[in-house]
């Protein structure tokens, strides 16, 4: 097999697999990258005959929006991929369904929010109120591409109303205190590494996720302010051309075996 791949410069972080030959095409609500080796491995151990798995782990806005158009961009690259399995939050779902693409979705997963940091915390971040505060750069989801953005805007809101939500998401975009992410899995974590911002917040997973890789450290959100969200699962009956495949993988990912998967990542299942 040929491998040829400049980091940085030609490599694909969040495409997975052969798009052409695939017995089982999924895209996958990006947060979730750092679970499905384990999941796959398990699924395709259970199911031998679903021998090769196509996915990719972008924001599940950006994910629907493939959906419709039928086509991927990357630079000068187009993937056309006919996708059987979508998961996101129910606002894109309920979108999907409206549409006509799918006819009902389950919930497998919720998840909760924390503050990802550098380590050692240098702007002494320990509340969402501190988002607020001058001088303190914020990494943030973008709510047009990420369901997390929404959730974290509420979250800011229940902390500290509409003035807290003003400064943080108008007046320090405008002057350039907040950063708002395309896919944040990947940006954020970067952009912290380099301590170019202060603190970023994200779902509970991937900063336990981090933390566990020693790479950046997390603070808590106080439990009165923080939010509960929700990922769904759905068979794209529209385009899916893999249809007794996809009824496995939504049948597996309730399962005992994928919600121990799931809670060893910090995902309540």
Not at 36 to 50: A, V
Not at 103 to 112: D, E, H, V
Not at 155 to 179: C, H, N, P, R
Not at 231 to 258: M, R, W
Request: glycine share 6%; hydrophobic share 40%.
């Amino acid at each position: 097999m040929l491998k040829f791949s400049v980091p940085e410069v030609d490599f694909i972080s969040d495409l997975y697999g052969n798009p052409c030959m695939s017995d089982l095409s999924i895209f996958f609500n990006g947060n979730q990258w750092m679970i499905l080796n384990d999941l796959f491995k398990s699924f395709q151990k259970t199911f031998p005959d679903i021998e090769h798995i196509f996915y990719e782990t972008l924001p599940p806005g950006v994910l629907a929006k493939q959906i419709r158009d039928g086509v991927l961009n990357i630079g000068t690259l187009q993937i056309n991929v006919l996708p059987d399995i979508y998961t996101s939050g129910k606002e894109e779902m309920q979108s999907l369904k409206e549409d006509g693409f799918i006819s009902n979705y389950k919930q497998y997963a919720s998840n909760t929010l924390a503050m990802l940091i550098p380590k050692n915390n240098p702007a002494n971040i320990k509340s969402l109120n501190d988002l607020g505060k001058k001088g303190v750069r914020v990494v943030m989801p973008n709510p047009e591409y990420e369901g997390v953005g929404r959730l974290i805007v509420k979250a800011l809101f229940k902390a500290g109303g509409d003035e807290l939500v003003k400064q943080v998401m108008q007046i320090k975009v405008a002057s350039g205190d907040t950063y708002l992410t395309k896919i944040h899995h990947r940006e954020t974590i970067n952009i912290l590494l380099k301590n170019e911002f202060d603190v970023g917040p994200v779902w509970f997973t991937e900063a336990l996720h981090q933390k566990k890789l020693g790479t950046l450290d997390y603070v808590s959100i106080d439990k009165k302010d923080n939010m509960l969200g929700y990922y769904y699962i759905a068979h794209i009956e529209k385009l899916s051309k893999n249809i007794p495949a996809s009824k496995k993988f939504i049948d597996f990912i309730t399962s005992n075996t994928a919600k121990k998967i799931l809670n060893n990542y910090g995902f309540i299942a």
